[in-house]
């Protein structure tokens, strides 16, 4: 098959369009190793891509998706073969390198790892970049020395996508969360994850306090700006913050005061340009540690065509939990 379906966006003087249209596989990019994709998924990223909310997409045109799961078509990489199961994650996938809302795809091959044993396609892209950046989020308040006997441990923005995951396995890992949300309405979605305690997003917002009345021993934030500003302000001393999105923005209007007067350390998560063996570690435990109904329980489906209207309500905050794209 030469052609297959594909949402490209382009660019030209009135401005960026999204379609869905046949692509021609002669114009794929350079890779050794060919996918056929069977799912993707949908992250706040991908919103911004098919949104042109934020200049996400380098080089047009382009495919958005930045997570896929499906199996290898032909390979000249001597780690896969036709017919392996694999998911990627990031690598610039949809941003600068033709990505995942297609029916293939041509990649490096380092930039794929083999579908974990326990996962299916679908259920990888439930997780997807989301997932997988709260489990390295989760990794890296491990490596800090973070257990749940410090504490309890704070998500924001904990009815999205990385939110939900996290929220899912922090509780399964023996923390007490604080699940902060701007959608009290989904105060029960969020307990079934195993929320412990619901935090209006109001009490994050505003300016920060260089130190407010300690409150938690760690957490993950997907905000950023004011909201994460606030966290670290009511940070028990000797916590942490892995920090992973901006939806709120890219400054951060604190002081230094949390840093050095409680020893609190903030944590930069990078889920797109990780290295190999960390992504499979995560992975791996990805597939043995998080839930599997209540990963059911946060997911929803849906077919290609609908992606690009779906980018444009992630973006508005009108998504919960996890979508996945069915591709073929």
């Known amino acids: 098959m030469s052609m297959f379906k594909a949402i490209v966006i382009d660019k030209n003087e009135a401005g960026q369009s999204v379609e869905i249209r046949s692509f021609d596989e002669a114009d794929l990019m350079d890779g050794d190793v060919t996918v056929r994709v069977s799912h993707s998924t949908l992250n706040y990223k991908d919103g911004l891509a098919v949104t042109g909310k934020a200049p996400v997409?380098?080089?047009?045109?382009?495919?958005?998706?930045?997570?896929?799961?499906?199996?290898?078509?032909?390979?000249?990489?001597?780690?896969?073969?036709?017919?392996?199961?694999?998911?990627?994650?990031?690598?610039?996938?949809?941003?600068?390198?033709?990505?995942?809302?297609?029916?293939?795809?041509?990649?490096?091959?380092?930039?794929?790892?083999?579908?974990?044993?326990?996962?299916?396609?679908?259920?990888?892209?439930?997780?997807?970049?989301?997932?997988?950046?709260?489990?390295?989020?989760?990794?890296?308040?491990?490596?800090?020395g973070l257990?749940?006997?410090?504490?309890?441990?704070?998500?924001?923005?904990?009815?999205?996508?990385?939110?939900?995951?996290?929220?899912?396995?922090?509780?399964?890992?023996?923390?007490?969360?604080?699940?902060?949300t701007g959608r009290p309405e989904e105060a029960d979605y969020l307990k079934g994850l195993g929320a412990a305690e619901i935090l209006d997003r109001s009490e994050l917002a505003g300016p920060a306090r260089p130190l407010a009345?300690?409150?938690?021993?760690?957490?993950?934030?997907?905000?950023?700006?004011?909201?994460?500003?606030?966290?670290?302000?009511?940070?028990?001393?000797?916590?942490?913050?892995?920090?992973?999105?901006?939806?709120?923005?890219?400054?951060?209007?604190?002081?230094?005061?949390?840093?050095?007067?409680?020893?609190?350390?903030?944590?930069?998560?990078?889920?797109?340009?990780?290295?190999?063996?960390?992504?499979?570690e995560a992975w791996n435990r990805i597939a043995h540690e998080l839930d599997h109904g209540k990963l059911a329980a946060m997911t929803s489906t849906i077919p290609l065509d609908q992606a690009p209207e779906a980018g444009r309500k992630i973006v508005e905050g009108k998504i919960k939990g996890r979508v996945v794209v069915e591709i073929g």
């Not at 924001?156 to 922090?170: D, E, I, K």
Request: hydrophobic share 45%.
């Open 57 to 144: 997409v380098r080089r047009f045109p382009m495919i958005p998706g930045v997570d896929l799961a499906g199996t290898v078509e032909t390979s000249s990489n001597p780690d896969f073969k036709p017919g392996d199961a694999v998911v990627l994650n990031g690598w610039g996938l949809g941003e600068t390198h033709l990505g995942a809302y297609a029916e293939k795809v041509r990649v490096r091959g380092e930039w794929l790892i083999p579908l974990p044993q326990g996962l299916s396609p679908l259920q990888a892209m439930a997780v997807g970049t989301a997932g997988y950046t709260a489990m390295l989020c989760l990794m890296a308040l491990e490596r800090h």
């Open 147 to 180: 257990s749940p006997d410090r504490g309890p441990a704070i998500v924001t923005g904990a009815v999205g996508g990385v939110g939900s995951v996290a929220v899912a396995l922090l509780a399964k890992a023996g923390w007490h969360v604080v699940a902060s």
């Open 213 to 280: 009345k300690e409150r938690w021993a760690a957490g993950i934030d997907t905000v950023g700006s004011t909201t994460l500003a606030n966290v670290l302000s009511m940070t028990k001393y000797g916590g942490a913050i892995a920090a992973c999105g901006l939806a709120g923005g890219m400054d951060l209007p604190t002081t230094v005061a949390p840093f050095i007067l409680r020893n609190v350390a903030l944590l930069g998560v990078d889920s797109v340009m990780a290295p190999k063996a960390l992504r499979v």
